[in-house]
Nanobody, 111 residues
Framework: QVQLVESGGGLVQAGGSLRLSCAASGSIFSIYSMGWYRQAPGKQREWVASVYSDGTNNYADSVKGRFTISRDNAKNTLYLQMNSLKPEDTALYYC?????WGQGTQVTVSS
């Protein structure tokens, strides 16, 4: 069971950017599916983006064109580049690798 630690969250103004990182405790080379999810106050956890070992990426409609998911197998790290941030993006962001989950990192976007 791989352990995951997210980082890179913080408070940013609308229109700004953040890059989230998810560092794994072991090799991620063999993990097929990875993703980012978020949970805003009073709402259920929402899927944001996924990346697969075959090179395909998928995004929720709400973040298409603004967010980019990527994985670096050599660094055992998953990333989420977030640009043109909106107040609606405010949430606790979680990473997933296979069936393993991180503890979350808070992203707050002010207007």
């Amino acid at each position: 069971q791989v352990q995951l630690v997210e980082s890179g969250g913080g408070l940013v103004q609308a229109g700004g950017s953040l890059r989230l990182s998810c560092a794994a405790s072991g090799s991620i080379f063999s993990i097929y599916s990875m993703g980012w999810y978020r949970q805003a106050p009073g709402k259920q956890r929402e899927w944001v983006a996924s990346v697969y070992s075959d090179g395909t990426n998928n995004y929720a409609d709400s973040v298409k064109g603004r967010f980019t998911i990527s994985r670096d197998n050599a660094k055992n790290t998953l990333y989420l580049q977030m640009n043109s941030l909106k107040p609606e993006d405010t949430a606790l962001y979680y990473c997933r690798m296979g069936a393993s989950w991180g503890q979350g990192t808070q992203v707050t976007v002010s207007s």
